[in-house]
């Protein structure tokens, strides 16, 4: 069954895109959520007039998340924590932490761009990968400092 994404759908495709899926996973759990339209011959000629518009759309995201990453690359984090023996921390710093320390620098992300394969808990400088927009990744260095 042919359909066209409404909104990103992960494992799928991105906003925008006809995607030819099994007609159970459209029927059950596509079209109730209101992710994708049935791609009948109508709404394929409404999706063929308006592709410069998400095009425009898509360069403009795109030149942002570009610009983000830039800065986000000479970023250098700050983080005073408690420490025990060993300096393993109390506790761990998460992708949320991180989150509200870029926008204290004035970079806004959701806390899903941070991508942690698991929480720090050590001392020390690390570097945390942030997914700012699709092909498009920045490193950022977070410094893990023990509070006494």
Do not use: C
């Not at 799928?12 to 895109?17: A, D, M, T, Y």
């Not at 899926?21 to 007039?49: C, H, M």
């Not at 800065?71 to 761990?92: C, Q």
Request: proline letters at 2%.
């Amino acid at each position: 069954m042919k359909v066209i994404l409404r909104r990103d759908v992960r494992g799928l495709g991105r906003e925008g895109e006809v995607k030819d899926v099994k007609s159970g996973y459209a029927r059950n759990f596509l079209i109730p959520t209101g992710a994708v339209q049935v791609a009948d011959a109508g709404a394929l000629k409404n999706w063929e007039r308006h592709r410069t518009e998400r095009e425009d759309r898509e360069k403009a995201l795109q030149s942002e998340a570009e610009a983000t990453a830039e800065k986000l690359r000479g970023v250098r984090l700050e983080i005073g924590v408690k420490a025990g023996e060993k300096n393993r921390l109390f506790g761990s710093v998460t992708n949320r932490e991180i989150v509200e320390l870029l926008a204290k620098e004035g970079i806004e992300l959701d806390r899903h761009q941070v991508v942690l394969k698991e929480p720090i808990k050590t001392v020390g400088e690390h570097r945390v990968m942030v997914h700012v927009f699709s092909g498009i990744d920045a490193t950022v260095l977070v410094n893990v400092t023990p509070l006494h």
